[in-house]
């Protein structure tokens, strides 16, 4: 892994090589963005030019150290990623991880040049977890780098983000999605674009998603908002029971809706029909702007990404998701 590996994020590249050219690493970066977009591959890629033994402005990617960050077996640096506790929970990152996490950023590093602790969706870390955190943001081991990773970084404490120093990523484009589906799956380019405009940026909606799939799933959300449109509640209501069990489906769910709000504002606004995610729906689009207002749909926007922060956060998926539609319904 290098940076030069790292598709879509000039910038925070940029901002990463600046500041390691000029000895200027932080104790702790924030790498925050939309999930699916790099910040873990740039994480790894951070790590692995820190601890090259070449020591050029990327990683040679053949010495042992990054052959060993590249599998996972440097002494030096150490991913932590959220784990579900219970079958059927929302994995978070515990306390326990926290502590272990301080008991081997406290020891001097053994190989490489700084210890390196990434923790990967760390806006899903319980309290006790942040709080214990925050301690070793305080008085950081001079030769420690500390990197967060979060989808959504207004769920972590203000005392954390203050500690951290930011790095933004971007929606990746069209046109990167196509390229990586091309290079990593073998699609051929007709249908690497038609999933890549599904993606709305992120790699991992699409990567494990085959598209005669998501066409399916798409039929069947489409025809739950014709039904929703009616006024039907007790359809929704019917419709969002499945999920009670199942947080993931409801997050995939919510995350069509804001697809389609999306949609809906943008034709609202007259945009041009290439940024529509669902362009050959324009008619059925047209005649759901026809009683909304450009205020009704901001609101419904932002009301359903309020509704998918709490699925993220282990809300029970049936209520959230009859409270959001019931709105819809109104």
Request: proline residues 4%; glycine residues 6%.
């Amino acid at each position: 892994m290098s940076f030069t590996e790292i598709l879509g994020q000039k910038r925070a590249v940029e901002i990463l090589r600046r500041e390691r050219a000029h000895d200027r690493v932080p104790h702790a970066y924030l790498f925050c963005g939309p999930e699916g977009v790099g910040k873990k591959r740039t994480a790894l890629a951070l790590a692995q030019v820190l601890e090259c033994a070449a020591m050029g402005e990327d990683a040679c990617g053949s010495c042992p150290a990054c052959r060993k960050v590249a599998h996972d077996r440097h002494p030096d640096v150490h991913l932590f990623q959220p784990v579900a506790r219970t079958k059927g929970a929302t994995a978070k990152i515990h306390i326990d991880q926290v502590r272990e996490l301080q008991g081997v950023i406290s020891l001097k590093a053994m190989e490489g040049r700084k210890k390196i602790m990434i923790l990967d969706d760390a806006d899903r870390m319980v309290e006790q977890a942040a709080n214990a955190l925050l301690k070793t943001l305080e008085e950081p081991p001079g030769d420690a780098l500390l990197i967060l990773i979060a989808a959504f970084p207004d769920l972590l404490p203000a005392t954390i983000l203050s500690r951290s120093r930011k790095v933004r990523f971007q929606p990746l484009s069209d046109e990167v999605v196509t390229q990586v589906l091309m290079r990593e799956k073998g699609m051929e380019e007709a249908e690497a674009r038609s999933l890549a405009r599904f993606a709305q940026g992120s790699l991992s909606r699409v990567m494990e998603m085959e598209l005669d799939d998501l066409l399916s799933r798409r039929e069947r959300f489409l025809g739950e908002i014709g039904r929703w449109k009616e006024g039907d509640l007790s359809a929704v209501f019917a419709f969002a029971e499945p999920f009670a069990k199942n947080a993931g489906d409801a997050i995939d769910f919510v995350t069509y809706l804001l697809e389609w709000t999306r949609d809906l504002i943008a034709v609202k606004l007259r945009g041009p029909e290439g940024v529509l995610i669902y362009r050959d729906q324009v008619p059925d689009l047209e005649a759901n702007c026809r009683g909304a207002t450009l205020q009704d749909l901001l609101d419904q926007f932002e009301g359903l990404q309020k509704t998918l922060q709490k699925l993220e956060r282990n809300v029970n998926p049936r209520l959230a998701l009859e409270v959001a539609l019931s709105r819809l319904v109104a």
